[in-house]
């Protein structure tokens, strides 16, 4: 079964820095996109970053020159790379994985959500 597992959440202050993780283990044949998302009390999940196939990335106009997103392959694993961070940045940020499972002879491909990482920026 695959799991996607966040880490690197926690509390700073506003103009500060922290580095998400989201590590997808398990029966994993290829991964297709990997992204992070945020929702903060009263509002809907939003797109933050993602990486689609090669090196393309994405970003949300509110975090562009601010969030980098990248991947270690070999690892099956995506960062975020969070800097000048703001007060309205603060959410539970999920990461999700489009990724097919199984094997060469048997697989299947899904979306799959991680439990989600606090992030809080005080002023």
């Known amino acids: 079964q695959v799991r996607l597992v966040e880490s690197g959440g926690g509390l700073v202050q506003a103009g500060g820095s922290l580095r998400l993780s989201c590590a997808a283990s398990?029966?994993?044949?290829?991964?297709?996109?990997m992204g992070w998302y945020r929702q903060s009390p009263g509002k809907q999940r939003e797109l933050v970053a993602a990486?689609?196939?090669?090196?393309?990335?994405i970003y949300a106009d509110s975090v562009k020159g601010r969030f980098t997103i990248s991947k270690d392959n070999a690892k099956n694993t995506v960062y975020l790379q969070m800097s000048s961070l703001k007060p309205e940045d603060t959410a539970v940020y999920y990461c999700?994985?489009?990724?097919?499972?199984?094997?060469?002879?048997?697989?299947?491909?899904?979306?799959?959500w991680g439990q989600g990482t606090q992030v809080t920026v005080s002023s």
């Open positions: 999700k994985g489009d990724l097919v499972e199984g094997t060469t002879w048997s697989r299947r491909r899904n979306e799959y």
């Open positions: 398990g029966n994993i044949f290829s991964v297709n996109r």
């Open positions: 990486t689609l196939g090669g090196d393309i990335t």
